[in-house]
């Protein structure tokens, strides 16, 4: 029982890691529109779509949500 627990957390960090390595393969400029469609509130989406166009510094730091183009 103790080996099939560890295979299951093996698998589910496996998945975990090909699935953020496939999200870095999609280019953010798709990633972005995902995130602004996934918005539901439409004011907090023409927010959401106007700051990504706005012009700005690329930032660095991989950890922020936002992004623009």
């Not at 099939?4 to 093996?10: D, G, M, R």
């Not at 798709?30 to 918005?39: E, V």
């Amino acid at each position: 029982m103790y080996y099939a627990t560890q295979v299951k957390e093996l698998m589910h960090h496996l998945y975990l890691v090909a699935r953020g390595h496939l999200q870095r393969l999609i280019p953010k400029e798709i990633r972005m529109l995902q995130r602004i469609l996934a918005i539901e509130d439409p004011t907090q989406r023409f927010s959401a779509l106007s700051e990504s166009f706005a012009p700005a510094e690329e930032s660095i730091d991989k950890d922020r949500e936002d992004l623009h183009t």
